[in-house]
């Protein structure tokens, strides 16, 4: 066995919209049996609190591990503490651009700023449309720095049939960029044959 498959994934929600991506992706690490460690951002706790009808420590009852945002001090602000990587779920543009700045004034960037100085996989569900380029750039920026961005996009090919269909094909993309085994949503297997022809 992988010793990395032991090691427990670090999720961040912050304030975008899109909280349940974070939420949920608590949820299916913990049905996988994958450790979750979690820190949340203060603007994450107002966005919960607008779209779901869920409190602050039922989220935290998801983790195995849970750090204040403004604990700079905590284990995951250092190299030294193994992870398997970091997902933040959904990323706000602020999150962003502290992450593409190296700006790590909270410790979800300076937890972010740690995956990419340790070359460790560090995925960043971005949530915001339109873009202007001032956005694109930091996500370019980002980029070159290492992480990997994948803003929830929802894929229509394996018919989904519900909200949650949606969000577990945007987790399952994540969850695939660590290599953690899944089956939350169909996968292509290429056109049926006796499709439309072209």
């Given at each position: 066995?992988?010793?990395?498959?032991?090691?427990?994934?670090?999720?961040?929600?912050?304030?975008a919209?899109?909280?349940i991506y974070?939420v949920?992706?608590?949820?299916v690490l913990?049905?996988?049996?994958v450790?979750?460690?979690?820190?949340?951002?203060?603007?994450?706790l107002?966005?919960?609190?607008?779209?779901?009808?869920?409190t602050?420590?039922e989220?935290r009852?998801?983790?195995?591990v849970?750090?204040?945002?403004?604990d700079?001090?905590?284990?995951?602000?250092?190299?030294s503490?193994?992870?398997?990587?970091?997902?933040i779920?959904?990323?706000?543009?602020?999150?962003l651009?502290a992450?593409?700045?190296s700006?790590?004034d909270?410790?979800?960037?300076?937890?972010?700023d740690?995956?990419?100085?340790e070359?460790?996989p560090?995925v960043?569900?971005?949530?915001?449309?339109p873009?202007?380029?001032g956005?694109l750039?930091?996500m370019?920026?980002?980029?070159d720095h290492?992480?990997v961005?994948?803003?929830?996009?929802?894929?229509?090919?394996?018919?989904?049939?519900?909200?949650?269909d949606?969000?577990?094909?945007?987790?399952?993309?994540?969850?695939d960029?660590?290599?953690i085994?899944?089956?939350?949503r169909?996968r292509?297997?290429?056109?049926?044959?006796?499709?439309?022809?072209t």
């Open positions: 066995m992988n010793p990395s498959s032991q090691l427990p994934l670090l999720v961040a929600i912050t304030g919209t899109g909280v974070g949920e992706l608590l949820r913990r049905q996988l049996g450790s979750a460690h979690l820190v949340m951002s203060e603007a994450a107002m966005t919960l609190a607008i779209e779901t009808e869920l602050a420590d989220v009852r998801l983790a195995d849970v750090y204040a945002n403004k700079i001090g905590a284990a995951v602000a250092s190299g503490f193994l992870t398997r990587g970091m997902i779920a959904p990323c706000s543009i602020k999150t651009s992450v593409a700045n700006y790590s909270t410790l979800i960037s300076r937890a972010a740690v995956m990419l100085k070359r460790r560090l960043m569900m971005v949530r915001e449309t873009l202007h380029k956005h750039q930091l370019l920026r980002a980029t290492g992480a961005i994948l803003p929830p996009m929802p894929a229509f090919y394996d018919q989904p049939q519900s909200l949650l949606m969000v577990h094909q945007g987790i399952g993309k994540a969850l960029q660590f290599g085994e899944h089956n939350l169909p292509w297997q290429g056109r049926p044959r006796g499709g439309v022809s």
